[in-house]
């Protein structure tokens, strides 16, 4: 793999030589969907908050589902060897598209083996398929970097792969991105978040950072002073609590929202990791309580 700075002076270039599209976050909130009654928010889903129902119903249903509770743009967490949820890229897409919803992010793993190559073209893959399905995100959902992993070395030689994969990703109008937990926060180096050291160690140009509201908390910071401080880099939000959205207020949704909206930020999921009913219920109280809340557009 080559250095990190000669990768990353290298990316900044291919940028400014017109490589990456420049429109890459346009916004499908404003559009209004033809079902009667339905919000004309914009309502983002992680779709692994129904994971139980995917793999007990299916996709289909799932989607049917959700979209009856009014959201509009979906995140996936089930690719495999070139399908999402077993299903053909495009046949997936169409399901979504009939349904009025629009397949927008996905999440999906794979880290740093032994085989350069084999790495590259396993992201290879993958971007053919999320290509397919229209997606404008792939995002990798977590890290090996906690604990004894948590050094600067590693650190960067993560930064580099997630810069090549940002690369691989661009040449089909994807924006590649990160998504945090609470160790990212927790774990530090020479007094420093790994979070930070993330930001600071990947290309401006092609890692875009997909900041969950909810972990950072967890992990002792605030939302709002993070998308202030790296506005130019945090472009995606996990919207997430305890539960059901609005069912804790373990955090500050308005702040949050407001702030997004400042930075330009287009694209939110709701993401239900833990439940007080049914998957099914607290996954619609909480489209129910974003329909409602007037500081979201």
């Not at 700075?5 to 499908?28: D, E, Q, T, W, Y």
């Not at 996936?76 to 629009?102: C, F, R, V, W």
């Not at 949704?253 to 997004?260: E, G, H, L, R, W």
Request: glycine residues 8%; proline residues 3%; hydrophobic residues 35%.
């Amino acid at each position: 793999m080559q250095s990190r700075r000669n990768f990353i002076k290298c990316a900044s270039i291919m940028v400014a030589g017109g490589v990456v599209a420049p429109n890459l976050l346009s916004s499908c909130g404003s559009s209004k969907l033809s079902s009667g009654g339905r919000s004309s928010k914009y309502l983002g889903l992680q779709l692994y908050s129904l994971r139980d129902m995917v793999k007990d119903e299916g996709i289909q249903k799932v989607l049917k589902a959700v979209s009856k509770m009014g959201y509009n743009s979906l995140e996936t967490a089930g690719y495999n060897d070139g399908k999402i949820y077993g299903e053909d890229p495009g046949n997936l897409k169409k399901m979504a598209d009939d349904l009025g919803m629009k397949l927008t992010s996905a999440h999906l793993s794979h880290n740093i083996s032994k085989d350069h190559d084999a790495d590259m073209a396993w992201w290879n893959k993958a971007v053919e398929a999320h290509n397919a399905a229209g997606m404008k995100y792939m995002v990798m959902p977590s890290s090996p970097l906690s604990g004894e992993n948590a050094t600067l070395d590693n650190i960067k030689r993560y930064g580099d792969y997630f810069s090549e994969i940002g690369l691989i990703t661009a040449g089909a109008s994807i924006q590649f991105g990160y998504h945090n937990h609470a160790f990212e926060f927790e774990n530090k180096v020479g007094g420093v978040p790994v979070y930070d050291l993330l930001l600071e160690n990947t290309s401006p140009n092609h890692v875009l950072f997909q900041l969950d509201v909810y972990w950072i908390k967890k992990g002792g910071y605030e939302p709002v002073d993070y998308m202030k401080k790296y506005a130019k880099r945090i472009k995606v939000l996990h919207i997430k609590d305890e539960t059901a959205i609005g069912a804790q207020n373990t955090v500050n949704y308005k702040d949050i929202f407001d702030q997004a909206y400042v930075n330009g930020i287009k694209d939110w999921y709701v993401e239900v990791e833990n439940y007080d009913t049914t998957p099914q219920e607290d996954v619609q109280k909480s489209a129910e309580f974003l329909k409602k809340a007037d500081f979201v557009k």
